[in-house]
């Protein structure tokens, strides 16, 4: 996978991909949330054909999977390693910590909601890393300051380096970053 060299770049890459209505998700996030459901349809059908003693259930995991492996391929067309793998459970890891905190919310458990929330998100934030070469190996992330070059990449101020961040600030890095550079909505 090409390397991206800096957040500016990361960002004009997203904006090519964004829909002709600027105020919709870019299509590469509307992806992942869809890759999201299919991983979550997979283990549906799974349990239901469990608990069903239904077959028929089971079937169907093969066409689901199916279109999620070419729904990721539009997101990941090359990697090394494992990142393909370690991306699905990345997604659905998200997907089922979010899942399990709208239920605490629904059950009127706020902190364990917003705690799951950032969990979740944070591994959301973990994929966009890996995915867009912002983590070598998932371990070694070093954030440096950049100049402003414009007012469009203004919140952009990262690039990555190869040596290690201090303090463990790696996952909130890694939010901002996200949070900034894979901004879905534009006002």
């Known amino acids: 996978m090409e390397k991206i060299k800096n957040v500016k770049e990361f960002v004009e890459k997203l904006d090519a991909a964004k829909k002709v209505n600027p105020k919709d998700l870019s299509s590469d996030q509307d992806l992942t949330i869809g890759i999201m459901n299919l991983i ?3 283990e549906h059908l799974m349990f239901s054909g469990a608990k069903t003693g239904k077959h028929e259930f089971y079937d169907l995991i093969n066409d689901v999977r199916e279109q999620r492996k070419q729904m990721m ?4 067309p090359s ?3 494992e990142v393909w793998c370690i991306s699905k459970h990345l997604l659905a890891a998200s997907m089922r910590l979010f899942e399990v905190g709208t239920k605490a919310l629904a059950a ?5 909601a917003y705690d799951l929330f950032d969990r979740s998100y944070g591994l959301y934030c973990i994929f966009w890393g890996l995915n867009m070469g912002m983590i070598n190996g998932g371990v070694d992330v070093k954030w440096v300051k ?6 469009t990449d203004r919140s952009a101020q990262a690039v990555v380096a190869t040596d290690d961040m201090a303090d463990g600030g790696k996952m909130s ?3 901002k970053w996200v949070k900034n550079a894979v901004n879905c909505c534009i006002e």
Do not use: F, V
């Not at 391929?73 to 990941?76: N, V």
């Not at 009127?108 to 364990?112: A, F, L, M, R, T």
């Open 146 to 151: 950049t100049k402003k070059s414009s007012e």
């Open 40 to 42: 979550s349809i997979e």
């Open 108 to 112: 009127g458990d706020k902190d364990g």
């Open 173 to 175: 890095r890694l939010k």
């Open 73 to 76: 391929q539009k997101i990941i």
């Open 79 to 81: 990697y090394e390693g």
